[in-house]
């Protein structure tokens, strides 16, 4: 093991105890298993004969999720429905050790909740419920006043926009202009149709996909990569940008640079999640101090271990340590 590897392995030891918090949209994630032997009689569709149930965090929760298992301390803010899958997700968000004080119940929204039909390892139908539209405003500023009451205890900021409806420029502006006035990193996993919202932040993490929409550019080969970069650089301004190329791993800009970090998955089995993963530990990482060429490189190992797993999973520190050894 080289002396980069073990600089990078002192960067996930001080992962230990720092404060994140985390503003998005909560989901709950609903996976119900099965067997098909049939086709219904009613209609040309399978019947699915359900033997297991499961109900997971998800969207800005899973981040939670995955901070927690890092050994961060947990902040989540976003909004709920009053309603049964409402305090279904609270209780797990609550089971996995995540502060849950700046969660907000909105009477007038559902909780999000995706519900995944599988049979034989296969998705068969998935099922949301969900408001789309912008949290009303007494709702905003309940959200934002308990991020500002709540701040000072934070080593850094997440924001987590899958796109239902609690990130929303007004919000994003305060929340922006609040950390930069504290001082803190915010990091942001963008919606691509919302990419407009972000500026001035710490850092974006798009995948390719969520770049190419959001610069409305699409390339022709990996060559153009760098230039998709600069324009969204140019366009935003964050301090650095982390655009994620799955297989091919990721390539970092900052302060004029531009490296590429080729993947380290030996095998990958599932994607899901992964974006999570690599958005938490590479938040972690710059709030102990790591340059984002560095932060990016603990990340890259971060995904390399959360695909070769099925599932949206998650990693450990050691396991992390590990990886890095191992390389």
Not at 30 to 52: H, M, Q, T
Not at 164 to 182: F, S, T, Y
Not at 279 to 289: E, N, P, W, Y
């Amino acid at each position: 093991m080289g002396v980069y590897e073990k600089k990078l392995q002192t960067i996930v030891r001080k992962f230990k105890n720092k404060s994140i918090m985390v503003i998005g949209d909560l989901i709950l994630d609903n996976y119900i298993f099965g067997l098909v032997d049939r086709i219904s009689p009613e209609a040309p569709v399978p019947v699915v004969w359900a033997n297991r149930e499961e109900f997971v965090c998800g969207g800005a929760a899973n981040v939670g999720v995955n901070l927690v298992d890092l050994g961060a301390r947990v902040d989540l803010c976003g909004v709920i429905g009053k309603d049964y899958f409402g305090d279904v997700l609270f209780s797990h968000v609550k089971k996995r050790g995540i502060e849950s004080r700046m969660i907000v119940r909105d009477p007038k929204r559902p909780t999000t909740l995706k519900t995944r039909i599988l049979a034989s390892h296969q998705q068969i139908l998935r099922l949301d419920w969900e408001s789309l539209e912008f949290l009303e405003l007494d709702i905003n500023k309940k959200i934002f006043n308990k991020v500002k009451k709540h701040i000072d205890d934070a080593d850094a900021v997440i924001i987590e926009d899958y796109g239902k409806g609690v990130i929303n420029p007004g919000l994003v502006k305060d929340l922006v202009e609040l950390c930069r006035a504290k001082g803190k990193v915010v990091t942001v996993d963008p919606k691509e149709e919302h990419l407009d919202y972000y500026t001035d932040v710490t850092a974006l993490t798009p995948n390719l996909k969520e770049a190419q929409v959001a610069a409305n550019m699409k390339i022709r080969s990996k060559d153009e990569i760098p230039l998709l970069g600069e324009i969204i650089m140019d366009r935003l301004k964050p301090k650095g940008l982390l655009l994620t190329l799955g297989e091919h791993g990721m390539m970092v800009f900052h302060d004029n640079k531009v490296k590429h970090i080729p993947s380290h998955a030996r095998e990958v089995y599932d994607v899901t999640g992964a974006g999570d993963t690599v958005i938490s530990v590479f938040t972690m990482a710059l709030s102990c101090g790591a340059s984002f060429f560095d932060a990016a490189a603990v990340a890259n190992y971060a995904a390399s271990i959360v695909v070769g797993k099925l599932g949206a999973q998650t990693t450990t520190r050691d396991e992390l340590i590990k990886r890095i050894e191992a390389k």
